[in-house]
């Protein structure tokens, strides 16, 4: 019995120590043309992850949405994307502001997303 009680605790300890799941870190694909944005909730920051670039954003979280602001950079116009927590459907406006209205100079889009971790993509 001795036996079987410390392989029980041996694996807890091993699985403990191997199992990384940070679940303040991970990543979610979006839409159809697969939008990936790397969310680190610990310092309120997301990565958005194009196919020349990757531009570093702001991000807030509230009990409904993920809000990502990614600011106007010399090659970038200015990105806000609020994603449903709750639906994981998400909406997304690049341009100038104002924003969260409408505003016939800006493009939008919208979808759905898939949340991953952190090293799965």
């Not at 997304?92 to 949340?115: A, L, M, Q, R």
Request: proline fraction near 2%.
């Amino acid at each position: 019995m001795k036996i079987i009680a410390s392989m029980f605790l041996f694996s807890l300890l091993v699985t403990g120590c191997f199992n990384n799941n940070d679940e303040s870190k991970f990543k979610l694909k979006c839409g159809d043309s697969n939008l990936l944005f790397q969310l680190d909730l610990n310092s309120n920051t997301v990565r958005f992850i194009g196919s020349t670039n990757t531009r570093e954003g702001r991000l807030s979280v509230s009990e409904d949405f993920y809000k990502f602001i990614f600011p106007r950079t010399e090659s970038g116009w200015e990105i806000h994307v609020d994603v449903n927590r709750h639906t994981s459907k998400y909406n997304w406006e690049h341009g100038t502001p104002p924003f969260g209205g409408i505003n016939f100079d800006n493009v939008y889009s919208s979808g759905e997303c898939t949340k991953h971790t952190s090293n799965s993509i």
